[in-house]
């Protein structure tokens, strides 16, 4: 997911870090403009598209039957998966999912599962048999930086935004969402800590920290990526950093 | 897997471990003999094979930096590694593991030193008990060192987790199914800095304060042991 940078870009956007500005006049902790559309594919079950600034993720949700895990025969199924199409990108290639897109979605995947966002215990149908599985696919549309924050909140909107399948075997009176887990990524550019990076940002940025909240303030799931370090305050700033946000944040799923 | 009443028993573990001990480990530096690099970790039940081959010449060429040398790694675990047969290949996890561990030596590599070529590093999991990321990371930095790649510290690695709502270090395969979190983290000892940090299950602020400060020890012990075997290899006295 890493682009090149010409090095008076880079060099620009790590003098401004320095003094603290960024390239589009942000303050560090400030998102760019956030976008929660949902109900937009009536062929899902549930959807939302997120805007974050430039840019755009769609996400869907589809319940469909499935077998279980073995080792879980009554509980439901959960899976997410993401596509880096090449239309939202020219970095993008088409092809099996690469690196990037993996951790895309297994970092969305770890959120929303290790939360239990989802009572997956009551989507059993038929022990050992039939389950439910919540398919959250991930579409990329317009990469300018951050899928990660966008792709998360779109997943959970999509969550909130599901209309039950019309199907006999679906007993619940409404789908069992539980918990709204929120990730957010803090990026650090020459030891200054920024939420919400842009694309130009996430090229040169050092390391990156992504945490996703649950409402009362806990961690779900974390995900250090980035060929760089971060330090032990960092890694705390950049908590108290995300705990605020995802509040924030939180607050477009309304 | 049955599943035992309680994980933790008057303050000790099921193996008789306090929260904040570290199962038996033993490293060995320069196992292969074909390898540029290698190292050999045992931490409890986990056996891991790290190897290093170059700075090499980049194959397919269109992936060499012209200012850079490029870190390859590829995490991999034997079919028989685990109770139930791993299909052989790359599948997600192992694709998203091989690049948190890039991204955890590369801040010690001094890759501009090797324009156009790639330093591969190789990490086999023979047999799996938990914690074969940080292991692995453990392994390939002892690798990395012992083909002689400059680079400004080690990496050590451990994971902490929650059982029981106490904060334990480096996880067993039982405690990591039926505890409730799992936070990988590896550092660079000297100046103390974090270059892997993941997790998965719950913490509150003051759990995960709590967690950072074990990991930090943990990966220190893990440190001097890691140091040893390239003392052992090289013949360098204590002083």
């Known amino acids: 997911m890493y682009g090149i940078v010409s090095s008076v870009k880079r060099d620009y956007i790590v003098d401004l870090a320095k003094h603290g500005k960024r390239v589009d006049g942000r303050g560090f902790d400030q998102f760019r403009d956030v976008s929660v559309r949902t109900d937009v594919i009536k062929s899902a079950n549930g959807s939302a598209e997120v805007k974050i600034g430039n840019t755009r993720v769609l996400v869907g949700v589809k319940i469909q039957h499935a077998e279980p895990f073995p080792d879980m025969p009554e509980s439901g199924v959960l899976m997410v998966n993401a596509e880096l199409r090449p239309l939202a990108s020219p970095s993008f290639e088409l092809g099996p999912p690469g690196e990037g897109a993996v951790e895309l979605a297994r970092v969305v995947d770890r959120g929303i599962r290790e939360s239990d966002a989802i009572a997956l215990d009551k989507l059993g149908i038929k022990s050992g048999e039939d389950v439910w599985a919540v398919f959250i696919d991930i579409h990329v549309l317009d990469h300018d930086g951050n899928l990660i924050d966008a792709s998360a909140l779109g997943a959970t909107a999509a969550l909130l935004n599901i209309k039950p399948p019309e199907d006999e075997a679906w007993t619940l009176q409404e789908f069992p969402i539980q918990k709204r887990p929120v990730a957010v990524t803090v990026s650090r550019i020459n030891d200054r800590l920024m939420v919400d990076p842009c694309l130009d940002e996430e090229d040169v940025a050092d390391a990156r920290l992504t945490i996703t909240t649950v409402e009362d303030g806990s961690i779900c799931a974390m995900q250090k990526g980035g060929a760089g370090y971060l330090s032990r305050e960092q890694i705390e700033e950049a908590y108290h950093l995300a705990r605020t946000k995802a509040e924030e944040l939180r607050e477009r799923l309304r | 897997m049955e599943k035992p009443e309680k994980l933790i028993v008057d303050g000790k573990r099921l193996d008789g471990r306090m929260p904040d001990e570290l199962r ?70 192992s694709v998203e593991i091989s690049k948190v561990i890039r991204e955890a030596l590369e801040p010690v590599l001094f890759l501009k030193l090797y324009p156009r070529s790639v330093i591969d590093v190789f990490i086999e999991i023979l047999q799996a008990d938990a914690g074969t990321r940080t292991a692995g990371i453990n392994a390939a930095s002892v690798a990395l060192a012992d083909a002689g790649i400059p680079m400004r510290d080690l990496v050590s690695a451990v994971a902490v987790g929650k059982v029981e709502d106490t904060i334990v270090l480096d996880l067993t395969k039982e405690e990591d199914q039926l505890g409730t979190t799992d936070m990988p983290i590896a550092i660079v000892p000297r100046k103390q800095l974090v270059t892997l940090l993941q997790m998965d299950g719950h913490l509150t602020e003051d759990e995960f304060k709590r967690a950072l400060d074990l990991g930090f020890r943990g990966c220190a012990q893990i440190y001097e042991v890691q140091r040893q075997a390239l003392r052992e290899k090289y013949g360098v006295k204590e002083e």
């Open chain 2, 24 to 93: 038996s480990l033993r490293i060995e530096a320069g196992v292969l003999k074909r390898a540029d690099g290698s190292a050999y970790v045992e931490l409890g039940e986990n056996k891991v094979l790290a190897a290093v081959y170059g700075p090499r010449e980049m194959h397919p060429r269109h992936d060499q930096q012209p200012d850079t040398a490029v870190l390859r790694c590829r995490y991999n675990m034997a079919p028989f590694s685990v109770e139930d047969r791993k299909r052989p290949g790359p599948d997600r996890r």
